[in-house]
């Protein structure tokens, strides 16, 4: 289960929160909770320092605009190379479900 976090939340939030993870090892699942933030030398970050723009927030999608696209590639991140990392890396199966807040 890939878990995403919403705005000012990070991975950490729902780790510590939900208590999910007794339950999730006993039913064999495993649970992914990646800090989608842009990281990286260079990342655009919005003038204002707004922080539901920039380094703070990466909303999930690809940029396409000149700026913001060299680091800000969430869509492609999630659904694509996290899940080939992780199942390249860790006995799992592919069988995935990406949800969040």
């Not at 939900?18 to 800090?35: M, Q, Y």
């Not at 690809?62 to 869509?75: L, V």
């Amino acid at each position: 289960m890939y878990w995403l976090s919403g705005l000012t939340c990070t991975d950490q939030n729902f780790m510590q929160k939900v208590g999910a993870l007794k339950l999730a090892a006993k039913l064999g699942i495993a649970i992914v909770t990646p800090d989608t933030s842009p990281r990286g030398e260079g990342v655009a970050n919005d003038p204002k320092q707004a922080y539901d723009l920039g380094l703070g927030a990466g909303f999930y999608v690809n940029a396409t605009q000149a700026r913001w696209n060299k680091h800000y590639q969430m869509y492609d991140y999630v659904v694509n190379e996290l899940p080939e990392i992780i199942e390249n890396h860790f006995p799992i199966n592919k069988q995935r479900v990406i949800s969040g807040h």
